[in-house]
């Protein structure tokens, strides 16, 4: 059943693929597909009903939501290449290439053949194998060997896609029960299914994350479920070092994405290199909000969106599921993004920073926040 649960240190140390004195030697960074919001899914002050993104009702609520902002909102983007603010183009013999994050994935069949979208699979691995179904015909790992073995679309290389991987195709701008993806391009999804991703859980060898087409969402499965696959190969390179903090230590850049974070939640105050105090804990409205002073409105803070704000977990770690050098004092809880639940606005994407999970909590809880501004 699917669980939702002062200064820096010396300038020239790198901790945890940190570094802190703002040097990076590194290849171009990997963008970050949009989460599909579109310019017509708007918050309006004091209703969750969408509107108009260019709706004066809209822009008096705030003017950096995430359906007037991203790669959809550029003239330059058209519905020709896939879903405004999504990039694809065909890759001979049954894959398609996404242009904007490098990667290359794999279509499935109708045929019942080994690449029917029909099959499903367990997700055992070397460390967790009680049923002895590693590297069989059923298991995903199997599945990527006997792909491998085809040399699809001239590969062998083909992987299980990491948690991000999977969500980055993730179109949020679909309501349930989905699927939550441009099927113009990926014709071959069935409603209702989950997608195993490579990592596994931190701390419980039994479970393993898994993306959910339905809605977006991600979580994690037993991994005796079957549960359908979709590989992935390639890719961008990961920048090396992820993050460099700025010469204050009040923000981070993430050289993966190009974007800008505050490292201390809002209400903590960074002092002595550790985020201390109480965060403070927003209703989604007033989240929207932020920043509030005029300095900030200046440099561009806005609340991130899902994927955005999904980015910056970390899931080999738990309780926070974070970097803690790059993010010290993170509350292991749930922070807001500026995404919608086009389903029913009275809800809105969130991330879970004690597990890294993303879903959709109600707009009246009252959770954390971390800002984000684009380095260009």
């Known amino acids: 059943m699917y669980k939702k649960f002062g200064l820096i240190m010396l300038a020239t140390m790198v901790l945890n693929g940190c570094a802190m004195d703002g040097r990076m030697n590194a290849p171009d960074p990997i963008s970050i597909n949009d989460s599909g919001i579109t310019s017509g899914q708007c918050y309006q002050s004091g209703t969750a009903v969408l509107a108009d993104c260019s709706s004066e009702t809209a822009q008096a609520l705030s003017k950096a939501q995430d359906g007037m902002l991203g790669r959809d909102t550029r003239s330059a983007n058209t519905n020709d290449d896939g879903k405004m603010g999504f990039s694809f183009s065909n890759v001979t013999g049954g894959c398609v290439q996404d ?208 994927k955005e704000l999904a980015s910056i977990t970390d899931k080999s770690r738990s309780e926070p599921a974070i970097d803690s050098v790059a993010f010290p004092g993170t509350p292991p809880r749930w922070f807001w993004s500026a995404s919608p639940y086009v389903g029913n606005p009275h809800y809105t994407w969130g991330v879970n920073f004690a597990t890294g999970a993303v879903n959709q909590p109600n707009r009246l809880n009252t959770y954390y926040v971390r800002l984000v501004r684009s380095a260009n």
């Open 99 to 306: 242009n904007v994050t490098g990667l290359m994935w794999e279509i499935k069949t109708t045929d019942g053949g080994l690449r029917d979208r029909n099959k499903t699979y367990t997700h055992f691995n070397k460390e967790y194998d009680p049923s002895l179904l590693y590297h069989t015909a059923t298991d995903a790992s199997g599945y990527v060997d006997a792909v491998n073995a085809t040399n699809l679309c001239g590969y062998n290389d083909w992987r299980l896609p990491t948690v991000d991987e999977l969500q980055s195709l993730v179109d949020y701008a679909v309501d349930n029960p989905g699927p939550t993806i441009d099927t113009a391009w990926f014709p071959d999804m069935q409603d209702g299914l989950i997608f195993w991703s490579e990592p596994p859980y931190h701390g419980y060898s039994a479970v393993a994350w898994s993306v959910g087409f339905t809605y977006g969402f991600t979580g994690y499965n037993d991994r005796e479920r079957t549960l359908a696959v979709r590989l992935v190969r390639a890719g961008n390179p990961p920048a090396v070092p992820r993050y460099t903090v700025s010469a204050d230590g009040q923000e981070v850049t993430d050289h993966h994405t190009r974007l800008i974070w505050r490292r201390c939640a809002e209400g903590m105050v960074l002092k002595g290199g550790a985020c201390r105090g109480v965060p403070t804990a927003f209703l989604h409205e007033s989240a929207l909000q932020l920043p509030a002073t005029p300095t900030d409105k200046a440099n561009g803070w806005r609340l991130p969106n899902v």
